[in-house]
């Protein structure tokens, strides 16, 4: 059981750190990061460690998503 507490602290962190790096501002955006990290480490919104999320709801939740086919250039 520690395990697993351990390993959810430690993606929130890490997951936190990313979006604040990499799609957000840290400071600026700090609830949108929370409330996404909240979302996805919630077992009640997967069920499952493996169950695939479109990109429709991982928008919905304050992700940045940006849709391949929409971009000729990326494609």
Do not use: T
Not at 31 to 41: G, S
């Amino acid at each position: 059981m520690k395990s697993a507490i351990d390993a959810i602290n430690l993606s929130s962190e890490l997951v936190s750190k990313w979006l604040g790096s990499c799609m957000f501002d840290s400071v600026k955006d700090e609830q949108v990061i929370y409330d996404i990290v909240n979302f996805f480490n919630e077992h009640d919104n997967s069920k499952v460690h493996n169950r695939h999320l479109s990109a429709e709801k991982s928008s919905s939740v304050g992700l940045k998503i940006s849709m391949m086919e929409d971009d000729d250039v990326l494609q």
